[in-house]
């Protein structure tokens, strides 16, 4: 119409000016407010590719672990699948299948292991996945204020040493289970049990988990739904673990998942405060296990659960529960999972 208001667009100039001229006026809010946590985190990540690439250029490469992968997964390369015979630098192969095929795959991109520049390219890649993954799991919940994320990322020499300086096979794990509580926020539960046992074929530990993921999976689906979903995980590590499994089944089985493996002193970092006699107790071990034992419980009857209801109650059919269970939220995917706030 001629005499009509012609309204501006959203993406009109004067429509973008206005948006920064509130973001100039909120600028003293900018790291607390939740509403700009997708800015901060947008201009972090971007700042962690530059302190990736200058960290792999300046600080120097520690060898490990990499060197002993290498020689692991080459033994598997020439035959060997016998997981008793796999052995490197550090001593007998104790990861699942899924971490051969990987660390297999890296073996070739990086010309036998030999090219570390080029591998610690790759984990930095790793990293940057990792923290938006991670970045989306806490943007979602929109209580934590921006400023955090410098925090979770920027400030942090451990897990840049760990990606990019280590070359450890935890960021690969811990990749592929942050993508799968991602999946699990969206609802793509098969998906996300998919990934969570790519996991932990990757490393043993992300079983810490599985309590918090089985809680999630019978609060949504109750005890016979849930049933499939597990047997999806376990299906994924017998074909992934197949040929180990052919050649000497106890072999892979105690190699693999080794629950009475023994953590040397020297590689700690969260107990270095201890003296060596006392972490390498078994009576420590089993104190420190029956703590874990004793909070997941804790957990589950006072957590995990709602007010007067039974835990007994996840067992059934969402429907015929006695109160219609409620969608499955971020804040409860992260209360379940209480490894990840730890």
């Avoid at 962690?48 to 200058?54: A, L, P, Q, S, T």
């Avoid at 991670?134 to 840049?160: D, E, G, L, N």
């Avoid at 960021?171 to 509580?181: G, H, I, R």
């Avoid at 050649?247 to 969260?270: C, H, I």
Wanted: charged fraction near 15%; include cysteine; charge should be positive.
């Amino acid at each position: 119409m001629a005499g009509g208001v012609r309204k501006k667009s959203a993406g009109s100039p004067s429509a973008l000016w206005g948006k920064l001229n509130t973001l100039w006026q909120d600028k003293h809010m900018v790291l607390f407010k939740s509403e700009y946590t997708l800015l901060v985190v947008s201009v972090l990540w971007f700042m962690e590719i530059g302190i990736n690439v200058w960290v792999i250029q300046k600080v120097a490469y520690t060898e490990i672990d990499w060197k002993a992968y290498m020689d692991e997964v080459e033994g598997v390369i020439n035959g060997t699948f016998d997981y008793t015979e796999l052995k490197g630098d550090t001593g007998p192969l104790v990861y699942p299948a899924g971490f051969v095929y990987i660390f297999t795959a890296l073996y070739y991109i990086t010309s036998r292991g030999v090219n570390i520049r080029l591998a610690q390219y790759i984990f930095a890649a790793f990293y940057l996945i990792t923290l938006l993954l991670v970045f989306r799991v806490y943007h979602r919940t929109k209580k934590v204020p921006p400023y955090v994320f410098f925090f979770v990322c920027c400030a942090s020499y451990r897990i840049h040493s760990i990606f990019v300086l280590r070359l450890f096979n935890d960021p690969v794990a811990m990749m592929l289970l942050f993508a799968a509580v991602n999946l699990f926020m969206d609802g793509h539960w098969t998906l996300g049990c998919c990934l969570y046992s790519l996991a932990v074929s990757v490393k043993m530990n992300v079983l810490l988990f599985a309590p918090g993921l089985l809680m999630l999976l019978l609060s949504e689906f109750g005890l016979i739904r849930t049933i499939p979903k597990l047997s999806l995980c376990a299906v994924i590590q017998l074909l992934l673990g197949l040929p180990f499994l052919l050649e000497n089944p106890m072999g892979y089985m105690s190699s693999a998942f080794d629950l009475g493996r023994q953590f040397m002193f020297k590689w700690t970092v969260n107990w270095r405060f201890l003296p060596e006699w006392l972490f390498l107790n078994r009576y420590f071990h089993l104190l420190l296990l029956a703590v874990h034992l004793l909070t997941l419980l804790l957990f589950a009857l006072r957590r995990w659960k709602r007010p007067r209801e039974s835990i007994f109650e996840l067992l059934k059919e969402p429907s015929k529960r006695k109160t219609p269970a409620q969608k499955i939220t971020v804040d409860h995917i992260l209360l379940s999972n209480l490894d990840l706030l730890l």
